[in-house]
């Protein structure tokens, strides 16, 4: 047996088809495997960007794609993708080549402790053999990670591959056949109201009934009711039939009796899909005016309790079928409250400056003009939120995207781009300026698709710290939190060969707008704006 065999009995084994590589010398064998496989290859250099790829990509396909790194550190830097991924219960398949046993803590080079690297964080750990004489255990492994992703959560699945040298012993011909294997995909699963009040086991007769789709986690379920209040967060991309509620609830955050004056608007029943939810309105509301129930739908039994509500899991098989409400009565007055007082929070709303230059109307501006079909990603901070306060069900057809499983600003242009690389659709990324140049490596690469289009909003720093309570209180000190810059994106654009757009008032963004929207390849429009003014707009949201 070679090395070179027993890798390609367990690359061909494994399912997705496609991966991201980077390169190196201790990964060779694999690197080659997958190369001579059906599976698309895409080489990044940087491992942190190549996770957020390879999770762009997964997110969009809910296929596993395989990561391939050598060892040492090349293998930490996909651990801040990997944490993402498990949160937002994403399959991603992590090969890690690795030095053999003798070399670990013997001081040799590129040696690190990676067998379990990322327990903490993965639904599967598989170690193989570290010698090469048996094909049958790397097929097996492999089918190991097959049971593993198909029975477990999505999630990522890591595999460690000691290897000796040597492991340039490569043959084409060894692959003259391919093994083909399928990954099943999820199917979509409606539930009215009538169908889940016979698991949930509770009258829902004149109470309050309100249903929430969180994060999308690929389960494809989606809750059904012409009666309930139906809120969904932003990156579940499904349907609300109130408007504008995240922009209210967080608006009552910042007043004194604020959430007292919403109590009306708690359930007494709360039905959820998905996983976590950007609302910190929401959050507050249903933590201080609990439900008397709370009810999640879900084939899976991990589900974080982030109203404080102890949720009883309802699975899917478990509830019966049914199309219609009819059978049940709930408070029908719930619904008009929400709509009322969402529609009188719209009145306000609408009547703030959004002809002005700043990052509330900017984003206005651009959603307002988003195509539909556009798949829309969304990095951390502040442009998920402005998004989350102005988008409503009128922009429904179009899917978003944004990495709240753990919140980070760390990856969100490879993710963007990751996704662009499957799919002809057009992808637009709206980012702020401190995680476009943090991910900057992204754009080191030969993969840059066309249809990938990036907005920047540059504020020069992290400018949510000068909108959210607390940060004012550092005095000079917060400038370590904001880390002011006078950097932009020209030279860089340059650099990496993409066209580089600019505006620095609303006059100028209507003149080049269009420009940027219509032309034929990957575009980067960077909107300059000043820090004082977002805040004042910011601050007058707050005030309504």
């Known amino acids: 047996m070679s090395v070179q065999s027993c890798i390609k009995a367990l690359i061909q084994n494994l399912p997705g088809d496609n991966a991201v590589i980077s390169p190196g010398s201790r990964n060779a064998s694999i690197l080659f495997a997958l190369n001579h496989t059906k599976k698309n290859c895409y080489s990044v250099i940087d491992e942190r960007s190549a996770g957020f790829i390879a ?157 929430f789709n969180g994060m999308d986690d690929g389960e494809g379920i989606t809750i059904t009711s012409d009666k309930a209040v139906i809120l969904s967060d932003i990156t579940s991309s499904k349907q609300n039939n109130v408007s504008y509620w995240d922009a209210m609830l967080f608006s009552s955050l910042s007043k004194q009796g604020g959430m007292d004056a919403l109590k009306v608007l708690s359930p007494d029943i709360l039905i959820t899909s998905g996983t976590a939810t ?157 995680a476009f140049f943090y991910d900057v490596n992204a754009f080191f690469n030969e993969h840059v698709p066309q249809n990938l289009k990036i907005i920047i909003l540059n504020n020069h720093g992290g400018g949510i710290f000068n909108l959210i309570k607390g940060p004012e209180s550092l005095g000079n000190s917060i400038k370590f939190q904001t880390t002011p810059h006078f950097l932009n994106a020209s030279a860089l654009c340059t650099h990496f060969g993409i066209p580089h757009f600019a505006a620095n008032d609303m006059s100028s963004l209507r003149s080049c707008y269009n420009q940027f929207d219509s032309y034929q390849g990957a575009a980067v429009l960077e909107l300059i704006t000043d820090e004082q003014e977002n805040q004042n707009a910011f601050n007058n949201f707050l005030n309504l």
């Open 278 to 434: 950007l609302s910190k309105g929401l959050k507050h509301l249903l933590k201080i005016h609990k439900p008397e129930a709370h009810f999640h739908i879900t084939n899976y039994d991990e589900v974080g309790d982030m109203f404080e509500s102890q949720p009883q899991l309802l699975n899917p098989s478990e509830i019966q079928s049914s199309l219609t409400d009819s059978a049940i009565s709930i408070e029908g007055s719930y619904l008009t409250a929400w709509k009322n007082m969402t529609e009188l929070f719209q009145s306000k709303f609408s009547q703030l400056d959004w002809l002005g230059y700043h990052e509330f109307s900017i984003v206005n501006f651009v959603l307002e003009k988003l195509k539909p079909g556009t798949i829309l990603h969304l990095s951390n901070s502040m442009p998920v939120r402005y998004a989350s306060f102005l988008m409503n069900d009128k922009r429904s057809d179009n899917t978003v995207f944004a990495n709240r499983g753990t919140s980070g600003i760390d990856g969100c242009t490879s993710t963007a781009l990751g996704n662009a690389l499957v799919t002809d659709k057009n992808v637009l990324l709206i980012t702020g300026d401190l």
């Open 55 to 211: 999770l762009g990509m997964a997110k969009h396909t809910r296929q596993p794609v395989i990561l391939n790194c050598t060892s040492g550190t090349a293998s930490l830097n996909y651990y801040p993708a990997i944490a993402e991924a498990f949160y937002a219960r994403v399959p991603l398949i992590i090969i890690t080549a690795d030095r053999p046993p003798e070399k670990i803590d013997a001081w040799d080079g590129q040696a690190i402790r990676q067998k379990n690297i990322y327990k903490n964080h993965i639904r599967g750990e598989f170690q193989t053999p570290d010698s090469f004489d048996d094909e049958s255990a790397f097929t097996a492994i492999a089918q190991q990670v097959v049971n593993c992703i198909q029975s477990e959560i999505p999630g990522p699945v890591h595999i460690n591959v000691p290897i000796r040298e040597p492991f340039y012993d490569m043959s084409p011909s060894d692959f003259s056949t391919n093994t083909e294997v399928n990954f099943p995909s999820v199917p979509k699963i409606d539930h009215s109201l009538n169908s889940i009040l016979a698991g949930a086991n509770v009258s829902f007769d004149h109470k309050k009934v309100l249903v």
